[in-house]
């Protein structure tokens, strides 16, 4: 039997794949957005859909960054409201580890379970910039070193918590005016370095028992962290090689955690564009490309590589011609992008190589360099394409994040699922009612113990 693909879609604000240029383009803020684009994803029985966090707007050279979408209404308050207008698609909301407490967290998601029936996810994060820390009362004193150690240790205390309810204590017997089998249901300790906490859980165990948890981090502290405790990890490996090697990477430490391959999925970002024919999906793609990554786009990521004002800089003459600015120090504040140049100047090097190479403008060269996992062509061949990846072990699935808001999710789920469907690779219906279900995870027993899938 072929493997079944996992398919999701994100809400893309907070980044700038969307182009909220286009006529076509909704609100990031009002609730219509979200409620059409989740039902659009539950039409086409996605398994869930995905909000990303921004806790502080970001910004370049003293200004906000206004070439991302700006602004995020909070994460839980949509989520829950999404619950009363879905029926069965999976609820996923990313909140950060270093700048909320377990109990608090533990309870709004507990909360959203028993709403949304046992659809909830939680995209575990930590906050990696005193920048954003300046909003919270501990701005920015954990060392980068402490982070995971701190998401270890809330995740646990999460999971604990979650936890402390067997599911078996409301009776609620009316004959006998009993509610309650156990007079002290919830109760919890939980002390360590971070936290030192106890008390009584007040929210019963929920229709998963625990969330389904996401993790997003690459670094090898971060793929452990995923295979000791997540139940799906993210990835951002776009070509099949790269993601066939993250994928048996990642898989292989299961086993140092007691766990098997089946409870982790790995599902990349993706981006996608449409077309009747391969030339005009090309076309399409291009014009998406050169929308998103405006001339003042264009310079705005060479200076978060360059880390200095490149605003006299010609976007369509050749890269900057002086080394790039090295140092903790950034001007473009708040984006945790600018951690993955960790040798600004040798990415510049390789940047004017391949310019060079290429025959590329310094716009050309930043469109090429920032492009995500990218599905391009006839419906047909996006099909077949996801597939080859899913079957090939490069993923299990992909989080779809369309350039256009709402809207831009129904071409495919109109055009391309049908035909992964009679592939027999993706489901025509949902055939649970939880995510843990949609995504073919054990349900978890109170203390870790997977049980089996239904």
Do not use: C
Request: proline share 6%; glycine share 8%; charged share 25%.
């Amino acid at each position: 039997m072929p493997k079944q693909i996992h398919l999701a879609a994100h809400f893309p604000g907070v980044n700038n794949t969307t182009v909220w240029s286009d006529p076509a383009s909704g609100s990031h803020i009002e609730f219509d957005s979200f409620r059409e684009f989740a039902q659009i994803a539950e039409a086409g029985k996605l398994d869930f859909v995905f909000l990303a966090e921004g806790l502080r707007l970001r910004e370049q050279n003293d200004r906000i960054y206004d070439l991302d979408v700006v602004g995020r209404p909070d994460t839980f308050t949509v989520l829950a409201a999404l619950a009363a207008v879905t029926e069965r698609i999976g609820l996923t909301g990313t909140i950060n580890s270093t700048f909320n407490e377990p109990y608090e967290v533990a309870r709004q998601f507990a909360t959203l379970d028993h709403l949304s029936d046992g659809r909830a996810a939680w995209n575990v994060v930590t906050s990696w910039d005193a920048f954003t820390g300046e909003n919270f009362r501990r701005g920015g004193f954990l060392a980068q070193a402490d982070r995971y150690d701190r998401a270890r240790s809330f995740l646990q205390t999460a999971l604990e918590l979650f936890d402390s309810w067997r599911g078996d204590e409301v009776v609620a017997d009316k004959d006998r005016g009993t509610f309650l089998a156990d007079p002290h249901p919830g109760a919890f300790a939980h002390r360590d370095a971070f936290f030192d906490i106890a008390g009584q859980f007040d929210v019963p165990r929920s229709p998963q028992g625990r969330p389904v948890v996401f993790q997003a981090g690459d670094s090898d502290e971060g793929r452990d962290f995923a295979a000791a405790a997540a139940d799906v990890i993210f990835s951002r490996h776009s070509t099949l090689e790269a993601g066939q090697a993250f994928y048996a990477d990642v898989k292989g430490r299961l086993p140092r955690f007691g766990r098997t391959r089946e409870e982790l999925l790995i599902m990349p970002a993706a981006t996608f564009v449409l077309g009747d024919t391969e030339d005009e999906a090309a076309e399409l793609a291009h014009e998406v490309r050169m929308a998103q990554v405006s001339p003042a786009t264009a310079v705005a990521f060479l200076e978060q590589l360059w880390n200095r004002d490149l605003s006299d800089h010609d976007p369509d003459g050749p890269l900057p011609s002086v080394d790039p600015v090295a140092g903790e120090n950034t001007i473009a504040r708040g984006r945790a992008s600018v951690r993955m140049h960790r040798d600004p100047v040798a990415t510049a090097h390789e940047w004017r190589a391949k310019a060079e190479a290429e025959g590329l403008t310094s716009r050309e060269l930043i469109v090429e360099v920032t492009g995500r996992q990218s599905f391009i062509g006839t419906p047909a061949t996006v099909a077949a394409t996801i597939d080859e990846f899913v079957q090939a072990d490069a993923s299990d699935g992909f989080v779809l994040a369309p350039h256009i808001t709402p809207g831009g999710l129904a071409p495919f789920v109109e055009q391309v699922v049908p035909l992964l469907q009679e592939r027999g690779v993706f489901r025509t219906d949902y055939e649970g009612t939880t995510l843990r279900e949609h995504l073919g995870l054990p349900l978890r027993q109170p203390g870790g113990a997977a049980a089996a899938a239904s």
